[in-house]
């Protein structure tokens, strides 16, 4: 891949595009057929060192941090380890309780940004072990990390990242399965999983084949004011992550909130004016979902779903493939990059360079 725009009107176009490439590039002589397993020699970290993890702690900023809760939701699936993601930005400010069992993992699409620096900086001085989950091959988070992994997403030049946030949740489930088949994740699990991320490529295609349909939803949301995004466990940080790409792009004002929250304040918001955006996967939560849908359909709310099939309270949806339920979230986002990018487009945005915003943050 080069920075060359490759015939799309944007980056993020083009990048948007580049999914399923980029998916199969991360996966990429990983993948052990014969344990069901992934080979990530790069985390320094062998088996012994692994079984000693006590607890992991995912830190990144913006869409990263995003991208590293789904990877701490992975990771309790499949390795059973608590895991928890926090904002670089914060954690650095709160003086954290460093633990020598905790497991620190800085995620980060430029490796530069200065939050995630300082964070993993302050975690060193105080003798923790940090693995980088980075797309910048040498950058500076890279090289300060004792281990880690590149996300091989290739360059992202649009400020908004798109299939960075998609190859670093995938690089999560491989680091999720690694660590998982080392303690009580089975072989039938463990193939399970491979034979899921291997169908991914394909079914980003299909999802980028129905765009569409997806731009003409967004000609049709693009004159709201404002949007709510709702999920649920799994579907929360892809809700959270495409509200941020519709404000960074868009510039309309967006709220995600988990679907269990709405009856505890948001509900208050719910009326014809204020779409709603919910990600509504065909997993052991669906009934639930379905209920917070009927919730915002008693109150004339509109909603489009991103589900795994139709909806019958939804006004739209937008069917994608189901994967398994783990990983599920890596494809329930890309319709939503699609979506923000069109409702921008519309609405005459300058996409690729959003106002006030820098690719990467590289000061306090
Ligand atoms: C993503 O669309 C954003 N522009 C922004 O939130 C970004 O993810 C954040 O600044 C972190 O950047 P990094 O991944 O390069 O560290």
Do not use: W
Request: glycine letters at 8%; hydrophobic letters at 40%.
């Amino acid at each position: 891949e080069s920075y060359d725009m490759g015939g799309h009107d944007t980056y993020m176009h083009k990048e948007i595009s580049e999914q399923a490439d980029a998916v199969d590039r991360v996966l990429r002589g990983r993948i052990d057929d014969r344990f069901s397993t992934v080979h990530l020699g790069g985390l320094n970290l062998d088996a012994r060192e692994a079984r000693g993890v006590r607890r992991i702690k995912i830190l990144g900023c913006g869409t990263s941090y995003h991208a590293g809760m789904i990877g701490a939701g992975l990771i309790e699936e499949l390795a059973r380890i608590p895991a928890d993601a926090e904002p670089a930005s914060e954690f650095r400010y709160r003086n954290p309780v460093v633990d020598p069992d905790t497991l620190y993992v800085a995620v980060s699409q430029s490796g530069e940004t200065y939050d995630v620096l300082a964070a993993v900086q302050e975690l060193k001085r105080k003798g923790a072990r940090v693995l980088g989950v980075v797309n910048v091959v040498g950058s500076a988070i890279a090289r300060e990390a004792d281990g880690g992994m590149y996300v091989h997403a290739g360059p992202e030049v649009c400020v908004v990242s798109t299939k960075c946030f998609t190859n670093t949740v995938v690089a999560f489930a491989l680091l999720a399965l690694h660590l998982g088949r080392i303690r009580d994740l089975s072989v039938a699990d463990g193939k399970r999983i491979i034979d899921g991320l291997r169908r991914l490529p394909e079914q980003i295609g299909e999802i980028l084949a129905a765009e569409d349909e997806i731009k003409k939803l967004a000609e049709e949301y693009a004159g709201a004011q404002s949007m709510m995004f709702i999920g649920r466990v799994r579907g929360y940080p892809v809700a959270l992550e495409a509200s941020l790409k519709l404000k960074e792009i868009s510039y309309i004002h967006a709220e995600a909130y988990p679907a269990s929250e709405l009856k505890h304040g948001p509900l208050a918001l719910i009326e014809p004016a204020l779409p709603t955006v919910a990600i509504v996967p065909d997993d052991d939560l669906l009934e639930k979902n379905r209920a917070a849908l009927e919730e915002i359909k008693a109150r004339s709310g509109r909603i489009l779903a991103v589900a795994h099939r139709e909806q019958a309270k939804a006004d739209h949806t937008i069917v994608v493939p189901k994967n398994e339920n783990e990983l599920d979230p890596i494809l329930m986002g890309i319709p939503l990059q699609l979506l923000a990018y069109h409702t921008a487009l519309a609405m005459g945005r300058d996409i690729d360079k959003p106002r006030n915003l820098a690719k990467s943050v590289t000061v306090e």
